[in-house]
């Protein structure tokens, strides 16, 4: 799994054989079954995930017990909690994979070390932040200024392989809709 992983970096940046070693030595190949947790609530989130296989969920429960889903990270994307990966601080998030899944993770202190010792993987990392962020703010406005079936077009675009992979309550609790009202919209 470690060569998806390779691949998805060399495909983005030029590195080195030397380079390339750094890289795999400072990653952690994981296993996780369907419904086991890469981080609970309340725990500081120490590593940052890339999916080799499989469909992870970034989610928080309500006061009220409601599920919200963040996000979901599949093939090749990646997931964390990044407020407390970036300051140690307890995650307000918990991280599942709603599949068998296969990941690779990086500690904070290895992905600072590899960004100093390889320019190009900075160069790299900050991309991927920059699009994460885009991401999120996108996000955001689409659950304060769409309509239902907005959002679901959005996702389907999004994330065209999950319409089959996922309950439709995984779905709805996602777009921030009752499973009725997707039920309704997928009609």
Same mark, same amino acid.
């Given at each position: ?81 990044? &407020? ?6 307890? *995650? +307000?998030? $918990?991280? #599942?994979? %709603? &599949? ?6 990086? *500690? +904070?202190? $290895?992905? #600072?070390? %590899? ?73």
């Amino acid at each position: 799994m470690f060569d998806v992983f390779i691949n998805y970096i060399t495909n983005q940046v030029e590195l080195t054989a030397e380079e390339i070693d750094m890289v795999r030595k400072a990653h952690i190949y994981r296993k996780i079954r369907k419904r086991q947790f890469l981080l609970h609530e309340g725990e500081i989130c120490k590593y940052s995930c890339f999916v080799t296989k499989g469909c992870l969920r970034s989610y928080r429960i309500s006061d009220d017990g409601n599920e919200h889903i963040l996000r979901f990270a599949v093939e090749n994307w990646w997931v964390n909690d990044n &407020e407390s990966y970036r300051t140690g601080q307890p *995650s +307000k998030s $918990n991280i #599942d994979a %709603l &599949e068998d899944s296969e990941v690779i993770l990086i *500690s +904070k202190d $290895n992905l #600072d070390l %590899l960004m100093k010792e390889i320019p190009n993987l900075q160069q790299l990392i900050e991309k991927l932040q920059a699009r994460s962020y885009d991401a999120s703010q996108q996000r955001i406005y689409l659950n304060i200024s769409s309509t239902a079936l907005q959002k679901y077009d959005h996702f389907i675009k999004t994330y065209p392989t999950l319409i089959g992979r996922l309950p439709l309550r995984t779905i709805a609790a996602y777009l921030g809709v009752s499973r009725e009202t997707l039920s309704r919209i997928r009609n």
